[in-house]
């Protein structure tokens, strides 16, 4: 197996304490992403991460956020996670529909904390309905 790393970004709460760690997948040691296939990168990441590395050892008693594809969220591939563990981010490119929406619902239902990722507010209505809880 090649060589490959996770980046591990540290996200603050109001108080400036570590609230989390974000996961993300690196193809060498530099400091930006260097890959084509999200798929691939989240399943690169999540290998390393449950199988090699281990969840507690990257991010301690703190939840890992992961970025998922659309394809990873309707396959259901978040349930190989525990829901205590992890918050499911959803990548900004993916684009809400019935399906997708019924997902997140059943993940949510499941005990997953759901969170957009780099979400921008669109206030020409623009912006997909969500429920606040989800």
């Known amino acids: 197996m090649s060589q490959c790393f996770i980046a591990r ?4 709460n ?6 989390g760690y974000e996961l993300l997948f690196r193809a060498s040691d530099s400091d930006h992403a260097e890959f084509t296939d999200g798929e691939q990168a989240t399943s690169q990441l999540l290998i390393n991460a449950l199988m090699e590395i281990g969840l507690p ?3 301690g008693n703190h939840p890992a956020f992961i970025n998922l594809t659309e394809r990873f969220i309707l396959e259901g591939l978040p349930n190989a996670m525990a829901p205590e563990q992890v918050v499911l981010e959803v990548l900004e490119d993916v684009l809400p529909g019935p399906k997708l929406l019924a997902a997140l619902q059943n993940l949510k239902q499941a005990g997953y904390t759901i969170a957009l990722d780099d ?15 989800m």
């Open 57 to 59: 050892r990257l991010v």
């Open 119 to 133: 979400f921008e507010y669109d206030d020409r209505g623009n912006s997909p309905t969500l429920s606040p809880r």
């Open 9 to 12: 970004q540290p996200i603050y």
């Open 14 to 19: 109001h108080k400036l304490d570590v609230h």
